[in-house]
């Protein structure tokens, strides 16, 4: 050959899509394919090169060829003029070759696609004919091969028999396939074939089984139901086959004999399709889907089957029956079965625990794919087959019971009855149907490759390459391929809004001519299924938004369909769709607002889950719908420093001149701030101690506005003040560990002027703690904040507020060991700072005392907290729940942990915090508590305060005990980050917490020295 001749040669091959043309050149010269290549090929194209340019991977396709005619011919006879047998193999497949037509087209395509059916060719190179000759064969056609196969298996064990045959059909199945021009269009009778083949396969092991089970196996009908993709005849080329064995004694026989000779023929069977021999295995046969699972027995009864389903079975059970179908053994007994179970599949829809169990089943399919792999998932990622698989089954659960014709077990069959019956919209189930045909074509082209079980996307340019050609793409078919892949991944990941939520509005709105036509009673069915328990208010809520032909109607229509789906995954998605539709009444009419939901990527969906979510913030937002713009605000749940919002608020008084309406002013903006900080906790941007400091910082700006409004007032009618004036922070709130349902603990203090009148400076502070009170605690734009001073000296018996020296009389005659205790938190909050210092000089001796506490002293510490475990516990409230006085409760942990800085702040300087877990750290820091000690305590403290804050978001109020109510626990349970369902174990997994913390504070509260 010149090197012209080769270049040109090399060129033609690189043209036609071979990887490597120099190496296919000189394939193309082997002795093997002697009279395949023509010299004149190039001329007219239409030889071999070409023939293999129009396949997946030209290069394997050659190289595979070549394995071929070599095992063909070293086969051959050695007499040229012996024609018939092998020789005759060789002449004919060469004749197939060398001319277009179909049997040359499904061998290249075949040998192009599959390294794996390569390999088998060559081990049995006789099986060329099989893809040449290839045609559709029924299933009864395909029983009777492989049973024929297996029962006169010559040189073969029946098992190699089995894998032989069954290989030889999926040649077949995979040459019709490769070139049916338009794979995807192709993709329903490739599956159902394969489908057909694993039930001819079962058949033919069934076979095998009762050989080996032998006399035993007279003794019972038996019969395998198909499951999965087997029932539904969409199987893959690569998939355990699953299945369900059901088996009736025959007459005069006991159940147990019957059973037992059943589960000889099942596992028998299990073994003839799994075991691995010389000529490979087939499949898994995988029984996992009978009641009980893996636990259950093998076989069962019908009876067996119809009690557990009656009584035990999960929804996501009955999901499983709709493909179920008799694919081997006793057709009649198969049958029996089917008609046994199928009406409790259509009933199913109407269970109690339906909304969980649908719950539960998404969360199964968003939970089963693994982080590293969720990229390339085809079948378990974003868009993938699973999604659209589980749509169409909700819907025909939903649905079904009252329509027959949704009744199928093949998908794109169930998405057409689902399409005509006005379930889905025309558009969107062709929509899907393309998409659904596109991923399962992806993955048969994928699996084919090394007929390995896969749901991947690869990687390798080289696999990539292959995958393009093999669906149709020639230019760059690496990246087309891809792009291709993910433009459907983005529509499939839209799944539930086309399937499932968008029809809901076609119940209620004007759509387009192509969107599904639910109706009402229908659409009431589909939401109850979404979890809502008024559907019929919420069919009421969904017409008054989308209402009418305005702009806003039309923007609500396509923002519904996808916030719907977001109500429905939190609990109460009644609410959430409420104050929805209240919010938008509102703000309905601003510019701003629907473009905001429409065009900022997650406001719309933080909205929705938010108001589902909790009342608290659904209360603070239709109070004050402009707050909704904080989500669109890309640090809009950030919470804003003391110093900004106290600047703020007094803008904000500022610009009134009424003292109420300065302070309702400042307190607008308390609201909204509340909501921003609600919204940060429900979405996960704040924990436990930085919602403690924003609840804290706002309550000390609120404070520290409405203390100057009051001043203001009273010296407008009195003068200029003749005292400084102190709000002090007690408790929880001098703390820094504000709770949202927490009322502020304060101590008033004043300092009258040099030369000021005591007399008069005391009725100017006590009239200014007064209107302060007055101030805060009116019905205004946010919750009322109560301004408790009970921990005053004297307590409610004392004058509300003090001056500096008489405190420091009080504290140096009369104060009580409890008093020295409450101070442990004072924390100066609003007002004159430099008499806050001051009044700091003064506790700071009584709550950090020089030498520790006496022995009278820690006694009557105790005495105290054993009064309030007896007699400040309200009246019915369990004491293994109440979140403050209970059992271990933040009471006891708070005890424990000022106990030990009273008693060991003079020496541990670091215990000098008014906040209980920082001091429980440096305790711990110190050795004065022992470190598991300090975990049970540390632990019960957070989990009580994280769930008082999440059961007052969740109500809207203030809630003192783990709630009963499993709905209100189940919602609690979730803003805390559990489960759907979860809330069954709430009150048990606070109540183990508070068991150790208790058991810790008793010994080191009561039991130290």
Known sequence: MTSGRLVSQTATLARLGFADPPRAVQLLGDPALAGLVDPLDDLFSDGLPDALGVVADPD??????????????????????????????????????????????????????????????????????????ARPLTPTERVEELVAAVSAPGAHTAYDA??????????????LDLTSGEPERALPEAAAALAD????????????????????????????????????????????????????????????????AATGL????????????????????????????????????????????????????????LKAR???????????????????????????????????????????????????????????????????????????????????????????????????????????????????????????????????????????????????????????????????????????????????????????SS?????????????AALGFRDPAGAMRHLEVLTAGVSRRAAIQRTLLPVMLGWFADEADPDGGLLAFRKVSEELGSTHWYLRLLRDEGSAAERLAHTLARSRYAADLLVGAPESVAILGDAGGLTPISRED???????????????????????????????????ADLSGSLDLDGVGTALTDLTAALVETALQVAIQTVESKHGPLVTDILVVGMGRLGGGEMAYGSDADVLFVHDPHEGANDAAAQEQALETVQELRRLLSSAGPDPQLGLDADLRPEGKNGPLVRSLPSYRAYYGRWSLTWESQA??????????????????????????????????????????????????????????????????GLSDVEWTVQLIQMRHAHAVPALRTTSTLPALDAAEEAGLIEADQASALRDAWSFASRLRNASVLYRGRPVDSVPSDLRVADGVSRILGGEPGSGADLAENYRRAARHARTVMELNFYGSA
């Open 162 to 175: 089995l894998r032989i045959g069954y290989r030889r059909q999926l040649l077949a199945i995979a040459a």
């Open 197 to 260: 083949l694993a039930e001819a396969a079962l058949e033919a092991a069934l076979v095998i089984a009762r050989t080996e089970v032998g006399e035993q196996a007279e003794l019972c009908d038996f019969a395998v139901i198909g499951m999965g993709k087997t029932g539904g005849r969409e199987l893959n080329y690569v998939s355990d086959v699953d299945v369900i064995f059901v088996a009736e004694p025959r007459e005069g026989v006991d159940e147990a004999s019957a059973i037992a």
């Open 60 to 133: 394997l396709a050659l190289l595979s060829l070549v394995r071929l005619m070599e095992s063909l011919r070293a086969s051959a006879p050695r007499r040229r003029d012996d024609e018939s047998g092998v020789g005759a193999q060789v002449s004919g497949l060469v004749a197939a070759l060398r001319h277009r037509g179909p049997a040359r087209d499904r061998l290249l395509a075949v040998l192009g696609a599959s390294t794996a059916l390569g390999d088998h060719l060559v081990a049995h190179p006789e099986h060329w004919s099989s893809v040449a000759q």
């Open 326 to 512: 008799p694919v081997a053994g006793d057709r009649e007994l198969g049958a029996a079965y089917i008609a046994a179970v199928n009406p409790l599949v259509w009933r199913a829809a109407s269970r109690d625990n339906f909304v969980e169990d649908v719950q539960a089943m998404r969360r199964r399919v968003e939970q089963h794919v693994p982080s590293g792999e969720a990229a390339r998932q085809l079948k378990l990622g974003p868009g993938g087959l699973r999604d659209v698989e589980f749509s169409v089954q909700l819907l025909q659960l939903v649905h079904g019971r009252s329509d027959d014709s949704l009744r199928s077990g093949t998908t794109l069959e169930a998405l057409d009855a689902l399409a005509r019956g006005g379930y889905v919209g025309r558009e969107d189930a062709a929509t899907l149907d393309a998409s659904y045909r596109l991923l399962r074509t992806l993955e048969h082209r994928i699996q084919l490759f090394r007929l390995r079980r896969t749901h991947l996307m690869p990687t390798a340019d080289s696999d990539l390459r292959r995958l393009g050609r093999a669906l149709g793409h020639r230019s760059d078919a690496a990246k087309a391929v891809v792009a291709q892949w993910q433009q459907q991944a983005r529509e499939v990941r839209r799944i539930h809004e086309r399937l499932f939520y968008r029809p809901l509005l076609a119940a209620v709105a004007r759509l387009s």
């Open 645 to 679: 919002l106290i600047r703020r608020m007094r803008a904000a008084a500022g610009r009134q001149s009424d003292p109420d309406k300065a302070v309702r002013a400042a307190r607008s903006i308390r609201r909204q701030e509340l909501f921003r900080i609600a919204v």
């Open 823 to 888: 101070l442990l938190r004072a924390t100066p909050l609003a007002g004159d700072l430099e008499l806050g210092e001051r009044f700091v000089e003064l506790i700071d001796p009584l709550r950090w005392p020089r030498e520790g506490l006496t022995g009278p002293q820690v006694r009557e510490i105790r005495t105290l907290k054993a009064r309030m475990e007896a007699e400040r516990l309200p009246r019915g409230a369990d004491p293994k729940s109440h979140f403050k006085l209970g059992r271990g």
């Open 266 to 321: 099942a596992t028998h069977l299990m073994r003839a399709c799994s075991t691995s021999t010389g000529q490979g295995t087939l499949w898994p046969v995988d029984a996992a889907l009978r009641p009980e699972g893996k636990n259950g027995p093998l076989v069962r009864t019908i009876d067996s089957h119809r009690t557990y389903y009656e009584r035990w079975a999960k929804t996501w059970e009955f999901q499983a029956l």
């Open 515 to 527: 969107d599904a036509r639910l109706a009402p009673e229908a659409a009431r069915e589909r939401l």
